[in-house]
């Protein structure tokens, strides 16, 4: 139908994604809706506006124009209710608005564990904009927030650091896990990470849980609490980084069937005609191969908003996202996997590890210990090509060809140090051992 009405709920980059490309195929009418900001900016680059590289206007990729020009409205306002029935969107000041078919994108909000004082001020996620403008005015600088006790050692937690550190605030860090992110990173990746967070003068706390936060007498957070030992840290700014979660409260009540997330098919349709859901607020009733049920990060929200535009188009395809891949950064050092490797070879796997000797740079490859057949690769502080991975993946290389090619995949600007052959006579050494 070409004249229906198309609402979005969510102006990040899934439901951006999906609106730009129901634009290229159709001239259906969209909207899309969201409270958090006017116009769809990049959430990434939230930690560069506080570190003062850009202005909040910076992260926006499309100029305001944009949306006229390709026919988007945008409404700005707080949805606090779905009625699937009547296909009616509610807002918190009580206008409404009928849609034909309705994405949901509402994205993440960050988890909070009922620790008590969570909801004290100066206490704060740092996921939507309003996060940063509260964690701009809690942590102005050094005089104002002497401390600021980061609880949760994920990729926000290590970014909410460096941003603290950018303006010389220093940082008390508590991390669940005997090291850093190990549920996720093999050891060897773990405790470099480790040694470069003390390295930035960072106070990393492992195996140290949060217990409390503690109040002044005007409501602002005054110190924590340390399960473990009772260790009070007064602090001006407590930032809870202990992952994310679909940030779907709003349909708890509505015929919309939600498990963590708002639950999908391979289609990424719900179980009600006409409403989908797509990026960090979908869940799949299974995950698809090794992935999560829940993904989130910012390429497969774009991958789902292209995918489920192609569907809402009258060209009816399932989401199926390849192989997986990521980056991040911690501090001064890059990160990007490509493929699986897990924190621990799993049967039948085996894991080959390499780093150098100035502890900034390290690669991990996984492999199937029988066939040989390259599983994927962790790289630290180098730089590889995405195209190259997918390609070795999809053609089912072993590993002994991705390691003797490695240098096909490096991506570092010219003039930076190559460590290939290092990598490959390490490589060869271990082989040589394990024969031996
Ligand atoms: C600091 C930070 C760094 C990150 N770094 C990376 C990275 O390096 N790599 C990576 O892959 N991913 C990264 N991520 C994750 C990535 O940003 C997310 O996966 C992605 O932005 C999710 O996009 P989305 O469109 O699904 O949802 P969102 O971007 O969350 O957009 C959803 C929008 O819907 C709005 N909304 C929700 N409910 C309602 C309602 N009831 N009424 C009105 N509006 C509503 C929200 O306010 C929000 O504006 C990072 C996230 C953060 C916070």
Same mark, same amino acid.
């Given at each position: 139908m070409e004249n229906e009405h198309i609402v979005i709920l969510g102006?990040? /980059?899934?439901?951006?994604?999906?609106?730009?490309?129901?634009?290229?195929?159709?001239?259906?009418?969209?909207?899309?809706?969201? @409270?958090?900001?006017?116009?769809?900016?990049?959430?990434?680059?939230?930690?560069?506006?506080?570190?003062?590289?850009?202005?909040?206007?910076?992260?926006?990729?499309?100029?305001?124009?944009?949306?006229?020009? %390709?026919?988007?409205?945008?409404?700005?306002?707080?949805?606090?209710?779905?009625?699937?029935?009547?296909?009616v969107l509610i807002f918190e000041d009580g206008t409404t608005l009928k849609y034909d078919r309705l994405v949901i994108a509402t994205g993440s909000k960050p988890n909070k564990f009922g620790w008590p004082g969570q909801d004290l001020k100066g206490v704060t996620g740092m996921y939507h904009k309003q996060e940063l403008e509260a964690i701009e005015a809690y942590a102005p600088n050094n005089q104002i927030c002497k401390r600021a006790v980061i609880v949760g050692g994920g990729l926000i937690g290590i970014e909410l650091a460096e941003m603290m550190s950018s303006r010389k605030i220093p940082v008390t860090f508590l991390v669940r896990e005997s090291s850093f992110?190990?549920?996720?990173?093999?050891?060897?990746?773990?405790?470099?990470?480790?040694?470069?967070?003390? %390295?930035?003068? /960072?106070d990393l706390r492992l195996n140290t849980n949060l217990k409390e936060i503690t109040s002044d007498e005007n409501g602002r957070v005054?110190?924590?609490?340390?399960?473990?030992?009772?260790?009070?840290?007064?602090? @001006?700014?407590?930032?809870?980084?202990?992952?994310?979660?679909?940030?779907?409260?709003?349909?708890?009540?509505?015929?919309?069937?939600?498990?963590?997330?708002?639950?999908? %098919?391979?289609?990424?349709?719900? %179980?009600?005609?006409?409403?989908?859901?797509?990026?960090?607020?979908?869940?799949?009733?299974?995950?698809? @191969?090794?992935?999560?049920?829940?993904?989130?990060?910012?390429?497969?929200?774009?991958?789902?908003?292209?995918?489920?535009?192609q569907t809402i188009c009258d060209n009816r395809i399932a989401y199926k996202p390849g192989h997986w891949f990521n980056s991040a950064k911690f501090f001064d050092i890059e990160y990007q996997t490509y493929g699986w490797v897990f924190s621990k070879p799993r049967e039948g796997e085996a894991h080959f590890h390499w780093k150098h000797a100035d502890d900034t740079k390290c690669v991990t490859v996984c492999y199937d210990s029988s066939s040989r057949r390259f599983l994927g690769i962790n790289t630290f502080g180098i730089r590889m090509r995405h195209q190259v991975f997918d390609t070795w993946l999809n053609e089912r290389r072993d590993v002994d060809y991705v390691i003797e090619n490695l240098c096909d995949a490096n991506f570092d600007p010219e003039f930076f140090k190559h460590f290939e052959s290092d990598i490959i006579s390490a490589f060869k050494n271990e082989a040589q051992v394990e024969a031996a």
């Open positions: 102006n990040g /980059i899934s439901g951006v994604s999906v609106a730009r490309h129901i634009r290229k195929l159709s001239d259906k009418k969209i909207t899309i809706v969201s @409270g958090e900001s006017d116009y769809f900016f990049s959430r990434t680059a939230l930690m560069y506006v506080y570190m003062g590289h850009m202005k909040f206007e910076h992260t926006q990729p499309y100029e305001a124009y944009f949306w006229k020009k %390709n026919r988007i409205e945008l409404k700005k306002g707080w949805v606090s209710e779905v009625q699937t029935a009547q296909k992110w190990n549920g996720v990173l093999p050891a060897g990746e773990s405790e470099m990470i480790n040694r470069h967070i003390f %390295n930035h003068h /960072i005054k110190s924590v609490i340390l399960q473990e030992t009772g260790e009070e840290i007064p602090c @001006g700014l407590v930032g809870l980084t202990a992952g994310v979660s679909p940030n779907i409260d709003v349909f708890k009540d509505s015929e919309i069937e939600t498990k963590r997330g708002v639950l999908v %098919n391979r289609f990424l349709e719900t %179980n009600i005609e006409s409403v989908y859901a797509i990026g960090d607020c979908a869940e799949q009733h299974e995950g698809i @191969g090794e992935r999560r049920p829940i993904e989130a990060v910012w390429y497969t929200g774009r991958m789902m908003g292209e995918t489920l535009a």
